[in-house]
């Protein structure tokens, strides 16, 4: 019972993320786009491609937080340790590595851009580590699937041996 309340507190926990970030896609990324396009005129053409590398980035962190939402529905019936888990976490690897190519192609310019502006050189460095949120979070996952597979190697064995 207690598996269960933990599983569904974390998938309160996705969907509160999953509201939040649709409230920032839907209303303060457009003001970002343009105020950026209005402080620095010379980069208006910038805007369009920035927001469709965002919106992109969204929809693959929604997807992102689908997965790992039926990642918990699995630990719920105890299929933790099947393939379907492994496939989960594999697409979860794919999302975060699309969204770091993402941030890096749409963001960072924007960073610098805003940087060079304000002279200051600690957001560019601040910029690269929110950029590479995703890897880090794909490189976790890689290591969590590569566990996974392992335990349910280990489990088929003790299962023949029994």
């Known amino acids: ?15 509160l993320i999953g509201i939040t970030s649709l ?3 839907v209303f303060l990324l457009p003001k970002f786009a343009n105020a950026m396009s209005v402080l620095v005129p010379t980069v208006a053409f910038f805007k369009l491609p920035f927001l469709i590398c965002m919106y992109a ?6 997807f992102a937080l689908y997965q790992a939402i039926r990642l918990l529905h699995y630990i719920d019936n105890g299929k933790v340790f099947s393939d379907a888990s492994i496939k989960t976490l594999k697409n979860m690897k794919i999302a975060g590595t699309l969204m770091t190519a993402l941030f890096y192609l749409a963001g960072m310019p924007a960073v610098y851009l805003v940087a060079q502006m304000e002279d200051a050189p ?7 580590g929110m950029a590479s949120m995703p890897l880090i979070v794909a490189t976790f996952v890689a290591v969590l699937q590569r566990l996974l597979q392992e335990a349910i190697i280990i489990k088929s064995e003790n299962d023949f041996t029994i």
């Open 1 to 15: 019972m207690k598996q269960r309340v933990t599983t569904i507190f974390l998938k309160i926990v996705i969907v």
């Open 23 to 25: 409230i920032f896609g």
């Open 57 to 62: 980035a969204m929809i693959i962190f929604f």
């Open 122 to 128: 600690g957001l560019v460095i601040i910029g690269f």
